[in-house]
């Protein structure tokens, strides 16, 4: 779905880093000027106290990723083109932006 | 068929690169500390944590060395012979270079075809030569392998996906395919959502969600 709007996507598999802790997943994103998309609501949570990459955390079922996602991409990317540093939420209703205190 | 690993995209943490290039984390920290191979990516992100992430070319390099000291070549000859041909100009000799040994003497060929290395060209006979090809090739199958073991296997790992279950040697939750069974997904459209998987993965996603 993210090719098919124009972006470049790649999963942890493709990287050969699925067994990377969390943490590792962040900083590979954060280098590679990328955002990171997930459904892990503790890695979101860490990266709320400590913003060092942009993670969306899509807040839905995992079937309806795609269709959430591309609900309200426009939004996201919107958010990620002005915030280096930012966790974005977003579910089916809504799109929401958090940002640590002290980022980095 | 699970999705291939794209060579300029890897990005590994040191546990996985001790895995693939089976050298244990220490050494790699200890090559890390002398420069003999630095990873891409180096970054404290907490007092006692640290990040470091190597690229594809760097697990090549970390199994030159290996294949260089399987052959007798001792690892501070090996960054001796490494950084002279850094002072040549040559950036990433173990990648750049084609290696081989004879004798206890390690030899380098150049892109022109010339050989360099501890006795004069003509007077040596190289017949073992380390294939950087295949090293590569095995890099690449070791970065996408999912060792037959973790198939069909659930485990919680610290610092993955809030340590819930997982099916080994992935980071895809189990409860991710249970959602997709419960809106009455086929398995045959969960394994394409998830190529990764495996249908014994599947089965136990469904044996866990009925018991």
Redesign the interface.
Known sequence: MLESWGHTAWTANQAGNALAADNDQSVYAATRGAALITQDQELAAQRKRRTIDQTVLLRCEAPDVIEVLELHLANVVDILEHRPHVVIEVTRDRVRDFCAPWPG | M?????DD?????I??ASSIAAISVRRLRSWHDEGLVLP??D?M??PG?R?R?YA?DQLVEMCVIRELEDRGQDIRHIRFVTARHENDGIARPLLELRWGVDGGHMYAQHSDGTWTGGRRHNQAVITDVIDIDLIRATVRSR??ERGKESVGRVER??????SRPVFA???TPVA??Q??LR?G?SQAEILEAFP?LTAADVDLARGLLAG
């Open positions: 699970p999705l291939q690993v794209v995209l890897v990005g590994v943490p546990a996985t891409a990516v970054r992100l907490g944590t990040i992430l594809f970065l996408e790992r610290r610092g993955v996906q809030g040697g992935t980071r991710t395919v959602q997709y809106r997904l990764h």
